[in-house]
């Protein structure tokens, strides 16, 4: 323990000092743009996407998009072309992107975390998707106004932040290592006042506010023929309000499909619609 505190200390001093030295913030810039330039190929379905590997985090969500999240995939491949899709904590944009891709989909990627937008936007450039992809920089809540947003890692691709409510992905009170105040809508905020077209599919995947998103959406949700929702059974809040607020809309439990501790994937639908098992 000694030893690794000696050495962390002493990379620390050594990169200051090559921070004082002329032209180091000249190399730095030309590190930064060139793991922005480098890119990881996947398939899937036939589908070949193009993505951003900034970083290791990055790199396994390009490598790992067939194998991480198989359901959020077969949940995308049940959507009607053309139809709109809001990505809610779209994170640097893989699902938005196949969804555009594989559905024609249009969509709207809504991500407040100002590490992952520039990755977001390089990876629908990448891929030539401006026509069909458009980033919502917000947060998505239970109502509109301004509130800080708290992460807890600032890598690109970096996940498990919050919008205003301190609480992580199992209910409990996050540790932020990093936050700023921006600004958050309702569901409903982001139709009546942002103009943006009220959805036919919900992905949400926000790591513990999912129930505020809901609260805030019952008039969306009402039109809606599908949601995809993350959910902690374990976080009884989180998953006794989700469930109330999608039973309200008129809409119920497909299936779900475990992830990792008490985490699960929960894909509803309209109670008059059939979907394969």
Not at 221 to 234: A, P, Q
Request: proline residues 3%.
């Amino acid at each position: 323990m000694i030893v690794r505190k000696f050495l962390r200390a002493a990379a620390t001093v050594a990169v200051r000092c090559f921070l004082r030295l002329p032209g180091s913030g000249r190399f730095v810039e030309r590190l930064v743009t060139a793991s922005m330039d480098r890119m990881v190929t996947a398939t899937h379905k036939g589908q070949t996407m193009k993505f951003v590997g900034a970083n290791h985090l990055c790199h396994y969500r390009a490598e790992s998009f067939s194998t991480k999240e198989p359901d959020t995939l077969e949940w995308i491949e049940t959507i009607p072309e053309g139809s709109v899709l809001w990505d809610v904590g779209a994170n640097v944009g893989l699902y938005s992107i196949y969804a555009a891709k594989q559905r024609k989909c249009r969509v709207y990627a809504f991500e407040p975390s100002v590490f992952n937008l520039e990755v977001l936007a390089r990876n629908i450039f990448a891929n030539n998707l401006q026509d069909f992809v458009t980033i919502v920089p917000v947060a998505l809540t239970d109502e509109l106004g301004v509130n800080l947003f708290q992460m807890t890692s600032t890598n690109w691709g970096g996940a498990l932040s919050t919008f205003g409510k301190e609480v992580d992905q199992n209910g409990q009170e996050i540790t932020p290592i990093f936050e700023y105040r921006t600004v958050g809508v309702s569901m409903s905020d982001a139709v009546s006042r942002l103009g943006i077209p009220c959805p036919n599919f919900i992905k949400i995947d926000v790591d513990g506010i999912e129930h505020f998103v809901l609260k805030g959406g019952h008039d969306v949700l009402k039109e809606v023929d599908s949601v995809l929702v993350e959910i902690n059974d374990d976080f009884d809040e989180q998953a006794v309000i989700s469930a109330k607020h999608l039973e309200n809309a008129g809409l119920r439990l497909h299936r779900k499909r475990h992830m990792v501790g008490a985490q699960h994937n929960q894909w509803w639908i309209r109670s008059s619609q059939k979907a394969e098992n």
